[in-house]
């Protein structure tokens, strides 16, 4: 699995900006695929998942503020962040996790770089 994140940038608090994450290869053994972020001196969190199933997970501090959402033609996962936060600054991280053999096995696309300016 391959996944290719695009999207980020500087934008102003309370704005809102998209980031896309396009999958590739294996893409239909994905068993969830999602968002993990990580801030300067902290420890990467995870944001937001989606499953095969289509459940969705969200970090308390987004909940209400960012959406998760999939395209399945297009094998593109979307994260939209609304009302964003000066605290949602962070490099954003496309990831995936499939099963292979009942062995789990992670995907990281590239960072993203999210600044929020106050």
Same mark, same amino acid.
């Given at each position: 699995?391959? *996944?290719?994140?695009?999207?980020?940038?500087?934008?102003? +608090?309370?704005?809102?900006?998209?980031?896309?994450?396009? +999958?590739?290869?294996?893409?239909?053994?994905? $068993?969830?695929?999602?968002?993990?972020?990580?801030?300067?001196g902290?420890?990467? %969190? *995870?944001? +937001?998942?989606?499953?095969?199933?289509?459940h969705? $997970?969200?970090?308390?501090?987004?909940?209400? /503020? @960012?959406t998760?959402? /999939?395209?399945v033609?297009? $094998?593109?996962?979307? *994260?939209?962040?609304?009302?964003?936060?000066? %605290?949602?600054?962070?490099?954003?991280y496309?990831? +995936?996790?499939? @099963?292979?053999?009942? $062995?789990?096995?992670?995907?990281?696309?590239?960072?993203t *770089?999210?600044?929020?300016?106050?």
């Open positions: 699995v391959q *996944l290719q994140a695009s999207g980020g940038g500087l934008v102003q +608090a309370g704005r809102s900006v998209r980031l896309s994450c396009a +999958a590739s290869g294996s893409v239909s053994s994905i $068993n969830s695929i999602g968002w993990y972020r990580q801030a300067p902290k420890q990467r %969190e *995870l944001v +937001a998942a989606l499953t095969s199933g289509g969705t $997970n969200y970090a308390d501090s987004v909940k209400g /503020r @960012f998760i959402s /999939r395209d033609a297009k $094998n593109t996962v979307y *994260l939209q962040m609304n009302s964003l936060k000066p %605290e949602d600054t962070a490099v954003y496309c990831y +995936a996790k499939r @099963f292979v053999m009942s $062995n789990r096995v992670d995907y990281w696309g590239q960072g *770089l999210v600044t929020v300016s106050s």
